[in-house]
């Protein structure tokens, strides 16, 4: 026969493993149900952000040839490849491009967030540095194609 007392002491036990496991539960029950409302990127979304990824592919590769079709029509029209290349000089090495936030301005403009890495290539005080930036860039849809808007301050 079972006493009173352990099934007092049985039930205080799955009592306070209770308080402690339904906040847990809890959590995990919540982050589940946001992570199924959270909106699958658009085909639209997917479409720029590859677009994004090969320019800056060809830019680490400084295949320019390759980075300037990525470049707005009217731009092309304007600057020759050789002066695009000349855009670039030599003094940073570009290591790795990610697409991050992608903000949409109506159906036929974004600005794209790049997280960059990169390194200098003049030595700083006797050594390379390696470094990172967030580069803000605009794009536009013309003709069922996105293209990068180049800015003065750089890629």
């Known amino acids: 026969m079972i006493g009173l007392g352990l099934v007092i002491d049985v039930f205080e036990v799955v009592v306070n493993s209770w308080r402690l496991l339904f906040p847990l539960l809890l959590v995990v029950g919540l982050a589940w ?86 390194q200098l290539a003049k030595l700083i005080a006797g050594e390379a540095r390696r470094m990172s930036s967030l580069v803000t860039e605009k794009w536009i849809r013309s003709d069922d194609q996105w293209w990068h808007v180049p800015s003065n301050q750089g890629p």
Do not use: C
Not at 48 to 73: G, M
């Open 33 to 118: 149900a946001a992570a199924d409302t959270m909106p699958a990127p658009t085909e639209r979304e997917q479409a720029l952000r590859q677009r994004v990824h090969e320019r800056w592919e060809a830019l680490i590769r400084k295949d320019w040839a390759a980075a300037y079709r990525f470049e707005v029509p009217v731009f092309r029209a304007a600057y020759s490849l050789d002066q695009y290349q000349r855009r670039f000089g030599k003094d940073v090495v570009w290591e790795a491009a990610t697409v991050g936030q992608v903000l949409f301005e109506g159906d036929e403009v974004a600005t794209v967030y790049v997280n960059m890495q990169y």
